[in-house]
């Protein structure tokens, strides 16, 4: 199943025109030397589809393969069609909800308990559209990571998540209230200090900034956020 949907998804479709080349693309020159256009390899919707549809049918017949079921929100996401990743992402986390230790990857075991293995795999999926860094994309981000949050409540991540999606939005409180939370599941982790940091000076609590930075170089005196958190704590000393 999983080879034969690999087969039709790169399968490229060759295409000669006169754009410019992208990554991967072949350059044409004219006889003089000069850029003339390119030779591209596309994927076909028809391609795309048959790869999806085996990989569908796979996920009746295999549940418990966890990378069947992320091979196939893949295709989606790669494709542009969210709806369906976001639907095939659902269907995969109830199942693993309902059989935690039954899922297997590539045939074995998890190496890794399910409600840590599966809201990270969440997080890889959402930083797909939060790396993106437009309204339309930060949506789709904050979606999966609402699924995060109701499925594993107990797992950090997907409060990060969407505390990162409330802070671009400038919506401060909310997002206060996200990495609270996520910082009551890890009370060690230094990120969410510091980013409940930065957030309260969002929000003029100084105070509280200055709370949360000392506690992130408490925890953490020579880490990768250290610097940060002592910079931020001499220009809160100026205030």
């Given amino acids: 199943w999983i080879t034969s949907a690999n087969y ?3 399968q490229r479709q060759t295409n000669i025109s006169a754009k410019k080349p ?36 796979a996920t009746t017949k295999f549940p418990d393969r966890f990378d069947i079921w992320c091979g196939l929100a893949f295709i989606y996401q790669e494709t542009g069609v969210f709806d369906n990743e976001l639907s095939t992402l659902k269907k995969m986390v109830a199942y693993a909800r309902e ?16 409600d840590k293995f599966v809201p990270e795999k969440l997080h890889e999926y959402g930083l797909y559209y ?7 994309d930060d949506k789709r981000w904050f979606q999966i990571s609402t699924l995060a949050t109701q499925q594993y409540p107990n797992h950090a991540e997907g409060f ?7 802070a671009d939005l400038g ?19 230094v990120g ?8 309260s000076v969002k929000m ?36």
């Fill in 8 to 10: 039709y998804f790169n």
């Fill in 22 to 57: 992208g990554p991967g693309d072949i350059r044409l020159t004219d006889k003089k030397g000069k850029l003339a256009g390119s030779i591209s390899f596309e994927q076909t919707k028809e391609n795309v589809k048959r790869a999806a549809d085996i990989l569908e049918e």
């Fill in 99 to 114: 059989h935690p230790a039954q899922l297997k990857w590539q045939g074995e075991p998890l190496n890794e308990p399910a």
């Fill in 130 to 136: 939060e790396k993106k860094e437009n309204p339309e």
């Fill in 160 to 166: 990060n998540d969407a505390a990162g999606y409330y």
């Fill in 171 to 189: 919506e401060w409180q909310k997002a206060r209230e996200s990495l609270e939370k996520a910082r009551q599941i890890d009370p060690k982790s």
């Fill in 192 to 199: 969410a200090l510091i980013n409940l940091g930065n957030v």
């Fill in 204 to 239: 003029k609590d100084f105070t509280s900034a200055r709370k949360y930075f000392e506690e992130a170089l408490k925890l953490d005196p020579n880490g990768e956020y250290a610097q940060e958190a002592k910079e931020a704590l001499r220009k809160l000393n100026k205030k």
